[in-house]
């Protein structure tokens, strides 16, 4: 008895409860009487909604499950594959479309949340992404940027940084929102102006469902020409307390949800540098360890429809490191073409407060309040005589910070019409403060601004549903930007048909424009005569029109092959006013924002290309993705030359597979896998001149060739495996994440040996092993 109690006791089947609110999709009413069952359940498991559109499923046994949800009106969905663990509930917020026609016009399609983005005014170049991908991928290191490369159209920069290259743009393209506020570059040691850093600051672990969109994006969207992130913080558990501890790349954390008030809830978590904490403990003996410290939170407390929802919600982030060359052993590379000892700190937050109120039950509006900003602070030393003596070759304290209000109305007229208005205004303060040692040994100030300005938004979009296989999205999008009073109106429009049970076609064209890097407009010149110009402030916006064609085809329900072709058109791109290979569009190959005056709207481009995406969503304990982007990205400056962008690597291909496996019969133990492949054309570079560089002694470019050639193609490969324990009442997690495992050489740069007088070879990241550890309870 001894021996048989412990092992009946081990043996029970653990269960968990699942849990949520149904709404419907446009205008966010919670639905009552929503029948919700649980698939493949024997007896059948069931329940339906309450009079304010809750559900709860108990004793549900743990491991992948599936539900099947109905509603009279209404198209049914079915949701598979949900991960199911003993440590957390699942908590679902679901949304049902109306139907136009009549209900027998249609069947139910499992995973087709997976097939089309959040936001339903999206019609092309738009998907969902969901925490367990993140999660599972090899090669993601929980980072929503590192997961979205491997999409089609999207490529990544380099091995050390998240920046994110959507087809053939400047990373700079890119637009972050979180809940519905648009936000700084959410990445730790991110420089000013940028979108991308070697670790993020979001926290996977709190965030939800979110879209993330590729071209000729919806209304909604603004002030971005490549692309937009539009994540979701979810909300915490409103009736359990649960904790997370993780350990892994992206830091030490540590993570609490529960209920407050009445029926709100709180989700935190903060994290720290796995190195730091590590050093601070034992001196690891390296230099360039990386500090850095996050914070994520949210607040939420629904008060009903009398007084709305409130919501509060931040996120922050604090990095700092050192790149001493003068600290390293004479047998070490340098960190820099040139030695030089950096010290750089970076600093990004951003709080906001929000009220959702439904006036009706067609009609609801949401006030969102918030206060965002950055912060960069770089010294750079030159250093001489063998590295003993140094000179401040380069200073930067600057930052900014951004006030902003948001105002969103949206009302469903009937199943078929849908209007969505809103309007953003940001008050944005700057202090710009650089300066740098020049050839004629003095110190040249190259920007030096306390100032502000103004950035009003506001869009226009209206859904149309001509039928259930039918829908027409259209809009525009306006912005002024008072510095200069430049401003841009953006017609957008989509049209999306489902012409047969198995097949989709869409088009969707519209015009997007972008401001320039804020330290640009504000760039100080002499101008030769003893006084100061900023030579760069009058620049308009950058304008780029998209058009896009796709189709969609689905194999079954786990199936589906999608293909897209598009073109974009830019013009209004600054460039320099004399004959030069400089363009804006090449903003972002390289860190930081180039200090270049004299420019003006002359510049044009162009990109164009193909995608293709197989993929098969988690069914019978695998998954795969595989994706193939064929792109030019070209660009012209004043002289009328065509150029390559900097972007323009010709082609990506991804493949991604990964399986899981039950180790028992009760799903305790679970053992996963997955493997990724990228190929991709080499980084394109400006050459330099070996000869007039040993005559100069330092790096001399020869950028009458910039970006005609090409490193070596791109090739890299990852591999993750990972256990799950799930006890009574904990799960933890083990996992290693085996970065380039073939410890491919892939070239960074080629870089000026002003010793040797030669040139060398820098390359991407080696091999490298990443473990994680994580327990909820």
Same mark, same amino acid.
């Not at 269960?15 to 698939?39: A, F």
């Not at 359940?41 to 109905?70: C, H, M, W, Y």
């Not at 930052?399 to 209000?405: D, F, G, M, P, V």
């Not at 009937?414 to 809103?422: E, M, Q």
């Given at each position: 008895?001894?021996?048989?109690?412990?092992?009946?006791?081990?043996?029970?089947?653990?269960?968990?409860?699942?849990?949520?609110?149904?709404?419907?999709?446009?205008?966010?009413?919670?639905?009552?009487?929503?029948?919700?069952?649980?698939?493949?359940?024997?007896?059948?498991?069931?329940?339906?909604?309450?009079?304010?559109?809750?559900?709860?499923?108990?004793?549900?046994?743990?491991?992948?499950?599936?539900?099947?949800?109905?509603?009279?009106?209404?198209?049914?969905?079915?949701?598979?594959?949900?991960?199911?663990?003993?440590?957390?509930?699942?908590?679902?917020?679901?949304?049902?479309?109306?139907?136009?026609?009549?209900?027998?016009?249609?069947?139910?399609?499992?995973?087709?949340?997976?097939?089309?983005?959040?936001?339903?005014?999206?019609?092309?170049?738009?998907?969902?992404?969901?925490?367990?991908?993140?999660?599972?991928?090899?090669?993601?290191?929980?980072?929503?940027?590192?997961?979205? =490369?491997?999409?089609?159209?999207?490529?990544?920069?380099?091995?050390?940084?998240?920046?994110?290259?959507?087809?053939?743009?400047?990373?700079?393209?890119?637009?972050?929102?979180?809940?519905?506020?648009?936000?700084?570059?959410?990445?730790?040691?991110?420089?000013?102006?940028?979108?991308?850093?070697?670790?993020?600051?979001?926290?996977?672990?709190?965030?939800? #469902?979110?879209?993330?969109?590729?071209?000729?994006?919806?209304?909604?969207?603004?002030?971005?020409?490549?692309?937009?992130?539009?994540?979701?913080?979810?909300?915490?558990?409103?009736?359990?307390?649960?904790?997370?501890?993780?350990?892994?790349?992206?830091?030490?954390?540590?993570?609490?949800?529960?209920?407050?008030?009445?029926?709100?809830?709180?989700?935190?978590?903060?994290?720290?540098?796995?190195?730091?904490?590590?050093?601070?403990?034992?001196?690891?003996?390296?230099?360039?360890?990386?500090?850095?410290?996050?914070?994520?939170?949210?607040?939420?407390?629904?008060?009903?429809?009398?007084?709305?929802?409130?919501?509060?919600?931040?996120?922050?982030?604090?990095?700092?490191?050192?790149?001493?060359?003068?600290?390293?052993?004479?047998?070490?590379?340098?960190?820099?073409?040139?030695?030089?000892?950096?010290?750089?700190?970076?600093?990004?937050?951003?709080?906001?407060?929000?009220?959702?109120?439904?006036?009706?039950?067609?009609?609801?509006?949401?006030?969102?309040?918030?206060?965002?900003?950055?912060?960069?602070?770089?010294?750079?030393?030159?250093?001489?005589?063998?590295?003993?003596?140094?000179?401040?070759?380069?200073?930067?304290?600057?930052?900014?910070?951004?006030?902003?209000?948001?105002?969103?109305?949206?009302?469903?007229?009937?199943?078929?019409?849908?209007?969505?208005?809103?309007?953003?205004?940001?008050?944005?303060?700057?202090?710009? =403060?650089?300066?740098?040692?020049?050839?004629?040994?003095?110190?040249?100030?190259?920007?030096?601004?306390?100032?502000?300005?103004?950035?009003?938004?506001?869009?226009?979009?209206?859904?149309?549903?001509?039928?259930?296989?039918?829908?027409?999205?259209?809009?525009?999008?306006?912005?002024?930007?008072?510095?200069?009073?430049?401003? =841009?109106?953006?017609?957008?429009?989509?049209?999306?048909?489902?012409?047969?049970?198995?097949?989709?076609?869409?088009?969707?064209?519209?015009?997007?424009?972008?401001?320039?890097?804020?330290?640009?407009?504000?760039?100080?010149?002499?101008?030769?005569?003893?006084?100061?110009?900023?030579? #760069?402030?009058?620049? *308009?916006?950058?304008?780029?029109?998209?058009?896009?064609?796709?189709?969609?085809?689905?194999?079954?329900?786990?199936?589906?092959?999608?293909?897209?072709?598009?073109?974009?058109?830019?013009?209004?791109?600054?460039? *320099?006013?004399?004959?030069?290979?400089?363009?804006?569009?090449?903003?972002?190959?390289?860190?930081?924002?180039?200090?270049?005056?004299?420019?003006?709207?002359?510049?044009?481009?162009?990109?164009?290309?193909?995608?293709?995406?197989?993929?098969?969503?988690?069914?019978?304990?695998?998954?795969?993705?595989?994706?193939?982007?064929?792109?030019?990205?070209?660009?012209?400056?004043?002289?009328?030359?065509?150029?390559?962008?900097?972007?323009?690597?010709?082609?990506?291909?991804?493949?991604?597979?990964?399986?899981?496996?039950?180790?028992?019969?009760?799903?305790?133990?679970?053992?996963?896998?997955?493997?990724?492949?990228?190929?991709?054309?080499?980084?394109?570079?400006?050459?330099?001149?070996?000869?007039?560089?040993?005559?100069?002694?330092? =790096?001399?470019?020869?950028?009458?060739?910039?970006?005609?050639?090409?490193?070596?193609?791109?090739?890299?490969?990852?591999?993750?495996?990972?256990?799950?324990?799930?006890?009574?009442?904990?799960?933890?997690?083990?996992?290693?994440?085996?970065? #380039?495992?073939?410890?491919?050489?892939?070239?960074?740069?080629?870089?000026?040996?002003?010793?040797?007088?030669?040139?060398?070879?820098?390359?991407?990241?080696?091999?490298?092993?990443?473990?994680?550890?994580?327990?909820?309870?």
């Amino acid at each position: 008895m001894i021996v048989i109690i412990p092992f009946v006791s081990f043996s029970q089947e653990i269960t968990q409860t699942i849990r949520g609110v149904i709404v419907d999709k446009q205008s966010q009413m919670t639905l009552p009487g929503v029948s919700i069952v649980l698939l493949n359940s024997n007896p059948l498991k069931g329940a339906a909604t309450d009079i304010d559109g809750k559900f709860k499923l108990i004793e549900i046994p743990i491991g992948r499950i599936g539900l099947q949800v109905t509603f009279v009106g209404y198209k049914p969905i079915v949701l598979n594959n949900l991960v199911l663990s003993s440590a957390k509930e699942l908590v679902l917020n679901l949304e049902l479309e109306e139907s136009v026609n009549s209900l027998d016009e249609f069947r139910v399609i499992a995973n087709d949340d997976k097939k089309k983005a959040l936001n339903e005014m999206a019609t092309v170049s738009s998907r969902v992404f969901t925490v367990e991908e993140t999660s599972r991928y090899a090669g993601s290191l929980g980072d929503p940027s590192r997961m979205a =490369a491997n999409y089609a159209g999207v490529s990544a920069i380099g091995d050390d940084r998240n920046d994110i290259i959507i087809r053939g743009n400047s990373p700079l393209g890119l637009l972050w929102r979180l809940d519905g506020i648009n936000i700084p570059n959410p990445n730790h040691f991110g420089s000013m102006g940028s979108t991308g850093g070697p670790v993020s600051i979001l926290n996977n672990n709190l965030l939800a #469902n979110s879209d993330f969109m590729t071209g000729a994006f919806p209304a909604q969207y603004g002030n971005a020409i490549g692309g937009a992130f539009d994540l979701n913080m979810r909300t915490g558990n409103n009736e359990k307390r649960e904790f997370i501890g993780q350990v892994g790349f992206n830091g030490f954390e540590l993570g609490a949800e529960g209920p407050m008030a009445k029926k709100g809830s709180y989700l935190v978590s903060y994290r720290y540098s796995t190195l730091d904490l590590m050093n601070k403990v034992v001196d690891l003996n390296f230099g360039g360890i990386p500090q850095y410290q996050d914070v994520s939170f949210k607040i939420d407390i629904p008060t009903g429809l009398k007084y709305g929802r409130f919501t509060l919600f931040g996120i922050g982030g604090l990095s700092y490191i050192e790149l001493l060359d003068s600290k390293k052993d004479s047998t070490d590379k340098t960190y820099f073409e040139n030695p030089s000892d950096l010290y750089y700190g970076s600093d990004m937050g951003v709080i906001g407060l929000s009220h959702l109120y439904f006036f009706n039950e067609t009609l609801r509006g949401k006030l969102s309040l918030a206060v965002s900003g950055t912060r960069n602070e770089i010294r750079i030393d030159s250093l001489f005589n063998n590295d003993q003596d140094k000179v401040l070759s380069y200073g930067n304290k600057s930052h900014e910070l951004k006030y902003s209000a948001i105002y969103n109305i949206t009302k469903k007229f009937n199943a078929k019409n849908t209007l969505n208005i809103g309007v953003i205004a940001d008050k944005m303060n700057y202090h710009y =403060a650089d300066s740098m040692y020049d050839v004629n040994d003095k110190y040249r100030i190259l920007t030096n601004f306390d100032g502000s300005a103004n950035l009003l938004q506001n869009h226009v979009q209206w859904q149309h549903r001509f039928t259930d296989l039918l829908t027409l999205n259209t809009g525009f999008h306006y912005q002024y930007f008072t510095f200069n009073n430049t401003s =841009a109106v953006e017609p957008r429009a989509g049209i999306k048909w489902n012409f047969s049970e198995k097949q989709t076609i869409s088009f969707a064209a519209g015009m997007h424009s972008q401001l320039q890097p804020m330290s640009i407009y504000f760039l100080e010149t002499n101008n030769g005569y003893g006084s100061i110009e900023r030579t #760069n402030q009058e620049l *308009e916006m950058t304008k780029s029109n998209h058009y896009v064609l796709a189709y969609d085809y689905s194999f079954n329900d786990n199936l589906r092959f999608k293909f897209e072709t598009y073109y974009q058109d830019l013009y209004d791109v600054p460039v *320099e006013k004399e004959a030069s290979t400089f363009s804006t569009s090449n903003i972002g190959a390289d860190y930081g924002v180039p200090n270049v005056d004299s420019l003006e709207n002359s510049g044009s481009g162009k990109n164009y290309g193909i995608e293709i995406t197989l993929e098969k969503f988690f069914t019978n304990n695998y998954y795969f993705l595989l994706t193939g982007s064929f792109y030019e990205s070209k660009y012209t400056t004043i002289d009328g030359i065509e150029r390559n962008t900097a972007f323009n690597g010709n082609y990506t291909l991804n493949g991604l597979f990964g399986a899981e496996f039950n180790l028992d019969k009760n799903k305790k133990n679970v053992l996963t896998i997955s493997a990724k492949g990228t190929a991709a054309g080499g980084k394109r570079y400006i050459p330099i001149d070996l000869d007039k560089s040993g005559v100069a002694g330092q =790096a001399v470019y020869d950028y009458d060739n910039a970006y005609k050639n090409k490193y070596a193609d791109y090739f890299r490969s990852d591999l993750k495996i990972g256990y799950k324990r799930n006890g009574k009442k904990t799960t933890q997690e083990w996992a290693v994440d085996i970065q #380039n495992i073939t410890n491919r050489n892939n070239i960074f740069q080629v870089v000026y040996d002003q010793k040797e007088n030669k040139l060398k070879k820098e390359y991407q990241q080696g091999i490298f092993p990443m473990v994680t550890y994580r327990i909820l309870f």
